[in-house]
């Protein structure tokens, strides 16, 4: 199920299983591991705001990343793996294909961003450079993106992917209202 805009918030918890991962598909990015981590509390919980219920996918999120099972590290991992990479030539979700489009610039800068990329991922084996970029020009993205390399521990960039996560899900939420 495709959904446009998003439904009511205390509507969620009487939606089909299939509508709620749609829900999530619409904040955050397609993905099965966050379906299966999150579709059932969108139906077990009411939520007063889209707000809450971003801060209770978050709270799950977060849960994962201080877990300290492999296979916890690896779900959430996977759920960061979910988002694009930044300058990706294809990007699926329409939501990210707009909020990446002001990072296009020219074939210099896009190689740039593509060795940011891969300097991110050899230095966070298995996490995704995951930021809010609505609004930001894409050279601070780059310098971003560079003190995060530089300057961070795999536990804090795991804790830094799933802040981001739920400030794009937030803004994706404002507009999808």
């Known amino acids: 199920m495709t959904l446009e805009k998003l439904p009511p918030v205390a509507s969620i918890s009487t ?23 999150s579709v059932p509390l969108l139906h077990a919980k009411p939520f007063s705001s889209y707000d809450d219920l971003i801060a209770a996918i978050g709270a799950q999120l977060t849960d994962l990343s201080l877990s300290a099972s492999t296979s ?29 489009a002001q990072l296009h610039g020219s074939s210099e800068q896009a190689a740039r961003l593509r060795a940011l990329n891969e300097d991110y991922e050899a230095q966070f084996p298995g996490l995704r450079y995951v930021v809010f970029v609505n609004g930001r020009s894409r050279g601070a993205v780059m310098e971003d993106m560079r003190r ?10 795991r804790a830094t992917a799933v802040r981001a996560m739920c400030e794009i899900a937030a803004d994706r939420a404002r507009k999808l209202l």
């Open 15 to 37: 939606l089909s299983a299939e509508a709620r991962a749609g829900i999530l598909d619409l904040l955050f990015e397609p993905s099965t591991q966050l379906h299966t981590l």
């Open 72 to 100: 916890d590290t690896q779900w959430l991992e996977c759920i960061l793996g979910s988002h694009p990479r930044l300058g990706a030539k294809k990007v699926d979700s329409a939501q990210s294909q707009a909020e990446q």
């Open 148 to 157: 995060r390399i530089d300057g961070s521990d795999v536990e804090s960039e």
